[in-house]
T-cell receptor
Framework: DQQVKQNSPSLSVQEGRISILNCDYT??????FLWYKKYPAEGPTFLIS?????DKNEDGRFTVFLNKSAKHLSLHIVPSQPGDSAVYFC??????????FGKGTRLHILP | EAQVTQNPRYLITVTGKKLTVTCSQN?????MSWYRQDPGLGLRQIYY???????DKGDVPEGYKVSRKEKRNFPLILESPSPNQTSLYFC????????????FGPGTRLTVL
């Protein structure tokens, strides 16, 4: 069973608009949640993270929201730019430093 | 330049022929980890290491071995590769653990015939 789910395999957003990527998890013992971005033929790169004791973290155009009661987090990208086209992985980390990744969402930014 | 390097980048081998994929980081990171990426399955953790001589199983450790004899190196060993280990492999490191930013290598594409 998937502990971290990204239910949208792909998402298309107009350039300049807001991109919202969603992620659900099942294990309430996760203590950190992270987003990674991946371009083809490259390794993933870290984007932003949030501790389980917070509900929002912002870094420039990127904001992550955590709703613990719903076991849901989302990544907001505002405004979306062409270079944001990539695969985005949601990940959850536990206190034993294991990490579970979602299957990814491919984001297409349309001109 | 701070980086994680993996070798080889591409490898085609045959079933049962032992192989090692090397991973090295120059950032003095405590934590290192191996992942495999498969279509439709995302990234799955194979093994990780909190420090020298300390290793632990991730989600999919079967068929793999690792060692951490030095802080900078974390090789992935396939003693008897099988076709279901055909995959894209990533090594990563971070200062302390998975709650910190992990830096990923460029990947190793392995094909087992």
């Amino acid at each position: 069973d998937q502990q971290v789910k990204q239910n949208s395999p792909s998402l298309s957003v107009q350039e300049g608009r807001i991109s919202i990527l969603n992620c659900d998890y099942t294990n309430s013992m996760f203590d950190y949640f992270l987003w990674y971005k991946k371009y083809p033929a490259e390794g993933p790169t870290f984007l932003i993270s949030i501790s389980s004791i917070k509900d929002k973290n912002e870094d420039g155009r990127f904001t992550v929201f955590l709703n613990k009661s719903a076991k849901h987090l989302s990544l907001h990208i505002v405004p979306s730019q062409p270079g944001d086209s990539a695969v985005y992985f949601c990940a959850a980390s536990d206190r034993d430093d294991k990490i579970i990744f979602g299957k990814g969402t491919r984001l297409h930014i349309l001109p | 330049e701070a980086q994680v390097t993996q070798n080889p980048r591409y490898l085609i081998t045959v079933t049962g022929k032992k192989l090692t994929v090397t991973c090295s980081q120059n950032m003095n990171h405590e934590y290192m980890s191996w992942y495999r990426q498969d279509p439709g399955l995302g990234l799955r953790q194979i093994y990780y290491s909190m420090n020298v001589e300390v290793t632990d199983k991730g989600d999919v450790p079967e068929g793999y071995k690792v060692s951490r004899k030095e802080k900078r190196n974390f090789p992935l060993i396939l003693e008897s590769p099988s076709p279901n280990q055909t995959s894209l492999y990533f090594c990563a490191s971070s200062l302390y653990g998975t709650g910190n930013e992990q830096f990923f290598g460029p990947g190793t594409r392995l094909t087992v015939l």
